[in-house]
Structures are given as C-alpha cells and as structure tokens.
C-alpha cells in the first residue's frame, strides 16, 4: 500500500487549525477597525450635534430681528429690537460658524442696506438669507424658495404681482427690472478711486 511521507500527513491535518486561527485573526482585525469607524462616526455625531447648536445660538437673534420688521409696531417684541450690537455679534460670528452660502447671502443683505434697492428686492435679498440659513442650520436638501418663505409673512403675495415677481423671478432678472445694480457685482474700475497725491507729498510707499 502507497502511503503519503508522515510530513504530508501532518501538514493536511493541520490546515483546518491554521484556517481557524487565520480567520479568528482577521475576523479580530476587522473588529476592532468596525469599532475605530463607529467611535469616529459617533464623535463627528457629536460634533455636527455641538454645532448645529451653537449654530442655533448664532442664527436665532439676528432672525427674530429681521422677522420684526413685518410685525405691527403696537405689536412688536422689546427682545428683538433693532440693535447694532447685535449685528455687529451675528457679522462676527456668520463669518466663523456659517456655510459659504450663508456668508455671501448676509454679505448681499448688508450690502444692500447701503444702496438703497427697492422694498421688492430688499424683501427678496431677505428670502435669500433665511432660506441660506435653513440650509446651513440642517436641512441642506430643503426645496422651498422665496415664495413659500415670504408667503408666511405677506398677506398680499398672491394678490400682488410685484410681490409675486419679487419672490419667484431669478434675482438676477428681478435686480434687471428694477434697474437696481448688485454692488457686490461691481467690478474695481467702476468704484471710486483713491485720491491722486498731491505733488510733492510722498506716498506711502515713499514715505
């Protein structure tokens, strides 16, 4: 009778231990980086949980002010009065907290205060920023638009086509119809320029 050297023996018997502890060790390995993903997933949890609070904090003061505007005066909250403090607070901490989006739309709101656009246009710009703020604040898939915002704060939006066209033509169009330039879109050769220097006084280059 043929029979296999001893040492081949040995070796196919022992296959099924070496496959047990082999696979023990990866299944080990695969365990512990499943746990590393799941404590990272739980702190950026965590983290995005932190700052959509903090984000609460920022957003909350600044829109309750703006939202007076559109209250009757004998009805108006002394807590959201106008207040340059607390502007001054939201620019400074917008600029830290907030998305791109929500930067430029503040950006776009203030700047317009300082060049005097129409009430459509200013009720529009103020659409924008809410809208910038719901998505920055946590619904980033949100498909409503200026209408649905400003159709909770207009009795006249759907009687009014001015009020209609302000909420739902892209701005771009809107900002057209009114002849009302975006100044954020004015390029540097159309802005003031700096006095020429007086001959003789050194510039502050010279200087």
Known sequence: MNTAPWWV?????????????????????FAKRARVVEIETQRLRDLEARLADKKYEVYRPMIAMLGEAFVASGKKNP?????????SEFALW??????????????NFMQSAFHDPP?????????DFVLAARRDMGLPATDLTALEILGTR??????????YDAASLPFDELCAQYKWQQPWLRKREDMAQPAQAIAGEPTPAES
Not at 79 to 87: G, M
Not at 94 to 107: F, K, L, M, P, W
């Open 9 to 29: 023996t040995t070796m196919v018997s022992g296959l099924p231990a070496v496959a047990a502890i082999t696979a023990a060790v990866i299944a080990g390995r």
């Open 79 to 87: 807590e959201n009065e106008f207040s340059v403090e607390k502007v």
């Open 94 to 107: 917008i600029g830290i907290y907030g998305s791109d989006e929500a930067v430029r739309t503040y950006r």
């Open 119 to 127: 009430a459509e246009l200013s009720l529009r710009i103020y659409a």
């Open 154 to 163: 207009l009795n006249d939006l759907y009687k009014s086509a001015k009020y």
